[in-house]
């Protein structure tokens, strides 16, 4: 099998499926405020330290501490200090944030839904089977690559 030439197919493809509506709110929904709300929802809502929300959503502390400053002026967390540990700093949603945080998650999920619906459903079964392998394969690199450093 040629996989540099199958790679070069897949690429084209892939360029092609940015466009699609469902990929791009998978993309929007994968970075900046939207993704820290997910990230804060999926963890309890509450007393997420920023240095965790940081590497779970794969930014600088400068550039979360500006995330999580826009969404305080939201009204969709609040920050305070730990009252264990003075130095940390705990993020916790709002119930507006949760509520906003819902939206986006019901948006994402419906677009994803019709994404599937689309490929009927022996498609959609095969490419959340193989996403999932995927998905655990690079768990399982980037656990190899920290393990080397």
């Not at 199958?6 to 939207?34: C, T, W, Y």
């Not at 945080?101 to 193989?130: F, H, N, P, Q």
Request: hydrophobic share 40%; aromatic share 6%; glycine share 6%.
């Amino acid at each position: 099998m040629d996989y540099a030439e199958l790679a070069d197919e897949f690429l084209v493809h892939m360029q092609m499926f940015r466009k699609f509506e469902p990929q791009q709110k998978i993309n929007e929904s994968m970075r900046g405020e939207v993704f820290a709300l997910h990230h804060i929802a999926a963890n309890g809502g509450d007393n997420i330290i920023p240095s965790e929300l940081s590497d779970a959503v794969g930014i600088s502390g400068a550039r979360i501490a500006a995330t999580l400053n826009s969404l305080e002026k939201k009204g969709y967390i609040t920050r305070q200090i730990d009252p264990e540990d003075r130095r940390r700093i705990l993020v916790t949603l709002t119930d507006t944030g949760r509520e906003q945080e819902e939206t986006y998650r019901r948006a994402l999920v419906d677009s994803v839904e019709r994404m599937l619906r689309l490929l009927g459903e022996r498609d959609a079964k095969e490419y959340v089977r193989i996403s999932r392998k995927l998905a655990k394969l690079a768990a399982s690199e980037a656990t190899l690559q920290e393990q080397d450093a």
